[in-house]
Each structure stands twice: as structure tokens, then as C-alpha cells.
Nanobody, 125 residues
Framework: VQLQASGGGLVQAGGSLRLSCAASGRTFSNYGYGMGWFRQAPGKEREFVAAISWIGGTTFYRDSVKGRFTIPNNNAENSVYLQMNSLKPEDTAVYYC?????????????????WGRGTQVTVSS
């Protein structure tokens, strides 16, 4: 499966963006156990942002984005979205999506495969 993240851009603090992760081929939910969003800022390690399980649509978020970021339940068949509100300068990073291909934790990148090309999110103060 090939993934492509899109929807990034430059936004002022307090603004919103909606990222999309599109999967080629079959319906997204046919791949793995779920799908996750990660981000990597310059000079920093890649970090977990949010994820959704295909079982029941359970969602997971890192503490710093809870209440601001949402993976909606009404995703399209071949796309998963990340709605980002009340953006902060510290949210600036390249955002990636990936398929959760193992039974491991949703919060660590080793549980994921098929990483898509990222999309840049820049939040100005």
C-alpha cells in the first residue's frame, strides 16, 4: 500500500488545518489494525500524534494535542483525516501517516509500516 499525506501549510497560531492521508489500492480499513499520524520537527525525534483503530474506531492522542486534534469517525473509504484546531507554534513539523501493521502499542512508530510521504505544517506565532 502507498500512503500520501496532504493538507499541510502555513497557518497562524490559533488556526486550523485538516490533514488527509490517502491510501492507494484497497479500502484503507483493509490494511493492518489501524492508522496513525506522527510528526517530526527539525532536530527532533519522530513522535506519535494520533491514531485510530479499525476495531470500533477507537482513537488515541498524545497528551499535548488532546482536545485540539481529532481523527473523525466519518473518514472516506480510502482516506483518513486529522483535524487540527487551535494550532500552536510547537505543532510545527512534518506530519506523516502510516498503517499500524502489528499488535504493538499505537503510540510507538515501530508498530507501523507503509509510511507515506509527509506534509509540512508550519504554525507562526
Amino acid at each position: 500500500v502507498q500512503l500520501q499525506a496532504s493538507g499541510g501549510g502555513l497557518v497562524q497560531a490559533g488556526g486550523s488545518l485538516r490533514l488527509s492521508c490517502a491510501a492507494s489500492g484497497r479500502t484503507f480499513s483493509n490494511y493492518g489494525y489501524g492508522m496513525g499520524w506522527f510528526r517530526q520537527a527539525p532536530g527532533k525525534e519522530r513522535e506519535f500524534v494520533a491514531a485510530i483503530s479499525w476495531i470500533g474506531g477507537t482513537t488515541f492522542y498524545r497528551d499535548s494535542v488532546k482536545g485540539r486534534f481529532t481523527i473523525p469517525n466519518n473518514n472516506a473509504e480510502n482516506s483518513v483525516y486529522l483535524q487540527m484546531n487551535s494550532l500552536k507554534p510547537e505543532d510545527t513539523a512534518v506530519y506523516y501517516c502510516a498503517v499500524k501493521a502489528s499488535l504493538g502499542s499505537y503510540y510507538v512508530d515501530v508498530s507501523y509500516s507503509y509510511w507515506g510521504r509527509g506534509t509540512q505544517v508550519t504554525v507562526s506565532s
